[in-house]
Structure formats: C-alpha cells, structure tokens
C-alpha cells in the first residue's frame, strides 16, 4: 500500500506568526538602546557636573551673586536673614552706583574690624571659590548710596540729610530713627571716584559718619562697590524689588544716570552660593543634551 507524501511540518505545528516575531524584535532593541541610554547618562553626569560648576563659577563672578543679610543696620528695608541678589554685570561695562542705590561693597578699611571670622577647611575654601557656599574670608557690607562724586552733603541735628542743597524725604528710614541725629555732619563733598553711605536704620548703623576719621574719611571707593542690591529673593514671603526712592529724583538734585546700574552692598555680610549653582546647572543641562543629541544622530547616521 503506497504511503502518502507527507508535507515539510508535522500537523499540528503551527507557523510563527511574522508580525509576533518582529515586534519581539522590536522590544528587543529598544531594551538595547534604553540600557544603553541609561549608561550614557552616567558617563555624561560628570560633565554635567563639570559644565554646571564652571557656569556657576561665571555667573558668580560676572553676573550676579546671592548674599545673605546678617545684621539690622539696613531695616526696615532688609531683615537680617534676608536673602538678596546682586547685579555684577553692569559694574563691568563702567557703571557706577547712583544716588538712592543699595550697594554691596567690599571693606573699604577694616570697617568691620573685630568682627570674627571662621576658619574654612579645604573642602569649604574649594566650595566658596565656585559659589556653592559663602567665602569666609570676603568682609562685604551692604549700605545706600547717599551721594556721589562731586555731591556735597550734610545733616544737622534735628534736621534732614540734604545733597546738593536739596532735603531728603526717607521713607526708609527705621520707625522711630531720625537721619543723623546720632552723628551729624558736614557739610561735605564727596571726592570723585567715591561715594556716602548710610543705614537704613540710622541709629544701629555703623556707616559713612563712624568713619570719617579713617583713612577712607569715610568713603567708599567706587571700585570696592560689588553691584548693586536689586532683588530681595528669599525668604518668598519678603519678595521685593529694591528701586531708587523718588526723593534721588528730585529736580536740581544732580545728573542722575538715566540707566538703572545694577550692584549690591552689605555689612558684615555672607555670600550664598546657592543662586550662581541653579543657574549654573539650568546652564549645563541643555548642552550636555545638546551634545548627547549629536552624538546620537551620529551614530544612527553611520
């Protein structure tokens, strides 16, 4: 009895399906190139790292710079523990601080002798050099600008503070102070290159009037001023600008820029690294992600 032609399978296996087989492919694949990303991605953390910390040390020195408020001297305005951003850019294209200002400046002559000051470790000194923690050792103070190179100003006791003849109406002044009843003076001019400083609160400020026996006289030079004081940005609920008051404005008072220069002062104050490193790692995350994109394109193209 012939046998019949039996067919290449057996019956009852069934055939692969083809789309089945693709797709598991597929998931196999794209399993590859997930693990692979992900490996990537640590290989490309301390370059992120890296570029986050160099653009930190850049807007720290360039830009702009976090300080933290340690004493009254500048209430109402400031509180001690506020945190206020400082505009350092403007000062490099030749701007110097205007009337009404507050300025942060470096001491200009051991204004803040007997002041302590800790002593960093390694790790601490290397942190305060890219801004991700204050520097110990920089002595800054934070005051506002009452006059300016070539400005004459004075204060009588009982009386207002007057520049250039014209009297200062200072909202701003702490509640119960009056605006130099503790240390009159003047009149004065002010030497160009130089400006006067003063507390916002008037009798717990040691500013330009304790001073005018140094050998500043009193004086800040311009070239100690850090930047311009312009945000208080932290704590959230204190949030606010810090802007000319309209009494610098007055007609006759002087030439005042009509540009805003950005800068910053404070006394006894602590600089916060915390501003410069955000920006730094905000800066650093899309170009890393820029090169990993052309790194990858260059792969799937060859």
């Known amino acids: 009895m012939a046998v019949g032609a039996r067919s290449g399978r057996d019956e009852g296996e069934e055939r692969p399906d083809d789309d089945a087989v693709k797709r598991e492919a597929e998931e196999e694949e794209d399993g590859d190139a997930k693990a692979h990303a992900h490996r990537s991605f640590w290989k490309e953390l301390p370059l992120l790292v890296g570029i986050a910390l160099l653009l930190a040390l850049l807007i720290k020195t360039f830009l702009v710079q976090a300080f933290s408020i340690p004493s009254d001297s500048m ?8 945190r206020v951003l400082v505009d350092k850019l403007t000062p490099w294209f030749g701007s110097e601080p205007e009337r009404g200002e507050v300025v942060v400046f470096h001491d200009p002559a051991d204004w803040l002798s007997g002041e302590p000051t800790p002593e960093p470790n390694l790790a601490q000194q290397i942190l305060s050099k890219i801004g991700l923690m204050p520097d110990a050792a920089e002595k800054d103070l934070i005051k506002r600008t009452i006059a300016i190179g070539g400005d004459t100003v004075e204060c009588k006791k009982g009386g207002p503070v007057v520049v250039n003849g014209k009297a200062l109406d200072e909202p701003y002044i702490f509640p119960g102070n009056t605006p130099c009843d503790d240390a009159p003076f003047g009149p004065i001019t002010v030497p160009k290159g130089k400006i006067w400083v003063m507390g916002d609160h008037r009798q717990n400020s040691q500013d330009s009037r304790y001073h005018m026996q140094d050998s500043t ?86």
């Open 75 to 82: 209430q109402n305005t400031l509180q001690r523990g506020d």
């Open 217 to 302: 006289q009193g004086f800040v030079p311009v070239d100690k001023v850090v930047g311009r004081a312009v945000v208080v940005a932290w704590p959230i609920t204190r949030w606010s600008t810090l802007p000319v008051p309209d009494t610098f404005d007055q007609p006759g008072i002087g030439n005042q820029a009509a540009a805003n220069a950005l800068g910053l002062g404070a006394s006894g104050l602590a600089p916060v690294g915390l501003g410069p490193a955000v920006l730094g790692l905000t800066g650093a995350v899309p170009l890393v992600m820029w090169r990993r994109r052309r790194l990858t394109s260059g792969r799937t193209a060859g």
